[in-house]
């Protein structure tokens, strides 16, 4: 029985291949209820009461929208480019979702747990730009060009200072993968002073400034209000995607809202811990990670709600000023600053 | 013959059919996309003989920045392709030449180390298993401990390219309106609004 073509190739690539379901799967689920949160904390703060007509609490309103967009017909215009109009909401959708391989979801739970995962990650979501370009550039109509010309912009800004805080943090924990970088902040700040493991270990305290760096770039990275300018309706309808119908249109606003749930899976495994318990007793020990995992993810979720709900949008000089002279330069010298810390006191 | 085999004809018949694609689509945006998944499958080749450090890095660079503003450049000019193309056959033969030169050098790259298996280890920095350190670590060894004048020396020259451009593009007009946020926060009531006691009947 070893060494056949069986044992070697098909049953990993089945096992793989299951996983990679079952994280689709669970991750589907999961932004369709991100949705409905994001619609109801953005309704509670309006003094509204948000979706609450489909299921109890309204909470089969994703999967009614799910069905209303596949049911409609899909509208192309006439003066589309069809191949690459179709394409772009396959490609943002794909790459949104491809990059969840690499996620470690708990200590062990991750499909594919290779060297450079941050790297990966970053590579792969700085390709989702091309997926908006796309749409904009093949509906052959203004506001989409608008902004997606807007949103190319705004993203390759903000990923230099995505960069460099991963940079920061890669500088503490001296490895490109991501599990280890969980595993890094088992020791930090508070085990120095003496404390037992807690969430003092974790990232965020000692980067506290790249942390809020990494929120804030975090939603101009995946199109957010307040720097949802590629979509602003008031001046462009719905940007890159005024031309989309039907599924096409429900794959963009997949693959925006996946992307959305990357940047904060990204920012609990760099920042918080990933599925570190916040204090280290048995009974915090004895929950399974994932649900830390999920607690922080959602946990940084709501505040990005929230950042929808009472931040008016920027505009678009004072965005790509933010970015580019106030943002990268603090990047930078904390890069700077951290190596040395690190160097001098021989902790690297 | 494994999975590797398979994989890499794959990438490198995506790579070569979408290069070729490149030069014969006839929408420049078309060509820009092909070009990009060049790159890609390009990326996968590193991933196959294990660099996978370089694979990550062309993702990024390549794909993420660089024909990002290529894409956007085409994207902008209003290019009549079918002018361009009428001047192939004009410029075919200089193509040509540049084609053959490339191809032959490559050739001598390889044949040297195909004929001469021994030279690959005389090499001044052997390349070390990949078990004992990653290639992500081996190339940081090679560019900031080995080489790093030279690299630094390389980022200078990028550094006053970048400058050179600039202050050549750079063109400052007069007369427009700038929105100074420092000077907007900082204003008063005593600097904004100017008071006057107007008498009845008369104007200020």
Same mark, same amino acid.
């Given at each position: 029985?070893?060494?056949?073509?069986?044992?070697?190739?098909?049953?990993?690539?089945?096992?793989?291949?299951?996983?990679?379901?079952?994280?689709?799967?669970?991750?589907?689920?999961?932004?369709?209820?991100?949705?409905?949160?994001?619609?109801?904390?953005?309704?509670?703060?309006?003094?509204? =009461?948000?979706?609450?007509?489909?299921?109890?609490?309204?909470?089969?309103?994703?999967?009614?929208?799910?069905?209303?967009?596949?049911?409609?017909?899909?509208?192309?215009?006439?003066?589309?480019?069809?191949?690459?109009?179709?394409?772009?909401?396959?490609?943002?959708?794909?790459?949104?979702?491809?990059?969840?391989?690499?996620?470690?979801?708990?200590?062990?739970?991750?499909?594919?747990?290779?060297?450079?995962?941050?790297? !990966?990650?970053?590579?792969?979501?700085?390709?989702?730009?091309?997926?908006?370009?796309?749409?904009?550039?093949?509906?052959?109509?203004? !506001?989409?060009?608008?902004?997606? *010309?807007?949103?190319?912009?705004?993203?390759?800004? !903000?990923?230099? $200072?995505?960069?460099?805080?991963?940079?920061?943090?890669?500088?503490?924990? &001296?490895?490109?993968?991501?599990?280890?970088?969980?595993?890094?902040?088992?020791?930090?700040?508070?085990?120095?002073?003496? *404390?037992?493991?807690?969430?003092?270990?974790?990232?965020?305290?000692?980067?506290?400034?790249?942390?809020?760096?990494?929120?804030? /770039?975090?939603?101009?990275?995946?199109?957010?209000?307040?720097?949802?300018?590629?979509?602003?309706?008031?001046?462009?309808?719905?940007? !890159?995607?005024?031309?989309?119908?039907?599924?096409?249109?429900?794959?963009?606003?997949?693959?925006?809202?996946?992307?959305?749930?990357?940047?904060?899976?990204?920012?609990?495994?760099?920042?918080?811990?990933?599925?570190?318990?916040?204090?280290?007793?048995?009974?915090?020990?004895?929950?399974? &990670?994932?649900?830390?995992?999920?607690?922080?993810?959602?946990?940084?979720?709501? &505040?990005?709600?929230?950042?929808?709900?009472?931040?008016?949008?920027?505009?678009?000089?004072?965005?790509?000023?933010?970015?580019?002279?106030?943002?990268?330069?603090?990047?930078?010298?904390?890069?700077?600053?951290?190596?040395?810390?690190?160097?001098?006191?021989?902790?690297? | 013959?494994?999975?590797?085999?398979? @994989?890499?004809?794959? @990438?490198?018949?995506?790579?070569?059919? $979408?290069?070729?694609?490149?030069?014969?689509? =006839?929408?420049?945006?078309?060509?820009?996309?092909?070009?990009?998944?060049?790159?890609?499958?390009?990326?996968?080749?590193?991933?196959?003989?294990?660099?996978? @450090?370089?694979?990550?890095?062309?993702?990024?660079?390549?794909?993420?920045?660089?024909?990002?503003?290529?894409?956007?450049?085409?994207?902008?000019?209003?290019?009549?392709?079918?002018?361009?193309?009428?001047?192939?056959?004009?410029?075919?033969?200089?193509?040509?030449?540049?084609?053959?030169?490339?191809?032959?050098?490559?050739?001598?790259?390889?044949?040297? /180390?195909? *004929?001469?298996?021994?030279?690959?280890?005389?090499?001044?920095?052997?390349?070390?298993?990949?078990?004992?350190?990653?290639?992500?670590?081996?190339?940081?060894?090679?560019?900031?401990?080995?080489?790093?004048?030279?690299?630094?020396?390389?980022?200078?020259?990028?550094?006053?390219?970048?400058?050179?451009?600039?202050?050549?593009?750079?063109?400052?007009?007069?007369?427009?309106? =700038?929105?100074?946020?420092?000077?907007?926060?900082?204003?008063?009531?005593?600097?904004?609004?100017?008071?006057?006691?107007?008498?009845? &009947?008369?104007?200020?």
């Amino acid at each position: 029985m070893e060494d056949t073509f069986f044992s070697i190739y098909a049953w990993p690539a089945l096992v793989m291949i299951a996983q990679s379901l079952l994280v689709l799967v669970c991750l589907l689920v999961f932004i369709a209820y991100i949705l409905y949160a994001d619609r109801k904390v953005w309704a509670a703060v309006q003094l509204r =009461r948000g979706p609450n007509v489909v299921g109890p609490w309204g909470l089969f309103q994703s999967f009614a929208d799910l069905l209303k967009f596949v049911f409609k017909e899909p509208i192309i215009p006439s003066g589309a480019n069809k191949g690459v109009f179709l394409l772009a909401p396959l490609v943002s959708v794909t790459l949104a979702l491809a990059t969840w391989a690499v996620i470690p979801f708990n200590e062990t739970w991750v499909i594919a747990n290779i060297n450079v995962g941050i790297l !990966y990650v970053f590579a792969i979501s700085s390709l989702e730009v091309y997926g908006i370009i796309m749409a904009g550039w093949a509906s052959n109509s203004k !506001y989409p060009f608008l902004g997606a *010309l807007r949103s190319a912009a705004q993203m390759v800004s !903000y990923e230099v $200072s995505i960069g460099f805080v991963i940079v920061t943090v890669l500088l503490c924990v &001296g490895s490109l993968n991501l599990s280890d970088m969980v595993f890094a902040q088992r020791e930090g700040l508070g085990t120095m002073m003496g *404390l037992p493991n807690s969430f003092l270990d974790w990232h965020w305290l000692p980067l506290f400034p790249m942390f809020i760096i990494f929120f804030i /770039s975090g939603l101009a990275e995946t199109n957010r209000p307040p720097f949802d300018l590629p979509e602003a309706e008031s001046e462009l309808v719905a940007g !890159y995607m005024v031309e989309y119908s039907s599924a096409p249109y429900m794959m963009l606003m997949l693959g925006e809202y996946a992307a959305i749930l990357l940047i904060c899976s990204l920012t609990t495994i760099l920042f918080l811990g990933g599925w570190l318990p916040p204090v280290d007793i048995w009974i915090l020990n004895w929950v399974p &990670g994932i649900v830390w995992f999920i607690i922080k993810v959602v946990l940084i979720f709501f &505040g990005y709600s929230m950042v929808k709900a009472f931040v008016p949008r920027y505009r678009y000089d004072q965005l790509m000023r933010l970015g580019w002279k106030v943002f990268l330069p603090i990047s930078l010298i904390m890069v700077i600053i951290t190596a040395f810390v690190l160097k001098l006191m021989g902790w690297a | 013959m494994g999975l590797q085999a398979v @994989f890499f004809y794959l @990438f490198a018949f995506v790579a070569v059919a $979408s290069a070729f694609m490149v030069i014969s689509a =006839r929408n420049p945006v078309h060509s820009v996309l092909f070009l990009i998944l060049v790159f890609f499958n390009a990326a996968g080749l590193f991933l196959l003989t294990g660099a996978e @450090f370089l694979a990550m890095i062309l993702l990024v660079v390549y794909i993420g920045a660089v024909a990002v503003l290529f894409l956007f450049v085409v994207m902008m000019l209003d290019i009549d392709f079918a002018e361009l193309r009428s001047g192939v056959l004009q410029y075919a033969p200089v193509g040509i030449l540049i084609g053959l030169i490339v191809a032959a050098e490559l050739i001598v790259v390889i044949g040297g /180390s195909v *004929l001469t298996p021994q030279a690959a280890r005389a090499i001044t920095m052997p390349i070390p298993n990949p078990a004992v350190r990653t290639n992500t670590a081996v190339l940081g060894d090679v560019l900031y401990t080995h080489y790093v004048y030279f690299f630094q020396i390389a980022g200078l020259v990028l550094l006053v390219a970048m400058i050179g451009a600039i202050v050549l593009t750079l063109r400052h007009r007069q007369n427009i309106k =700038r929105q100074d946020i420092s000077r907007q926060v900082a204003r008063s009531p005593e600097t904004a609004v100017e008071v006057v006691k107007v008498k009845s &009947g008369q104007g200020i």
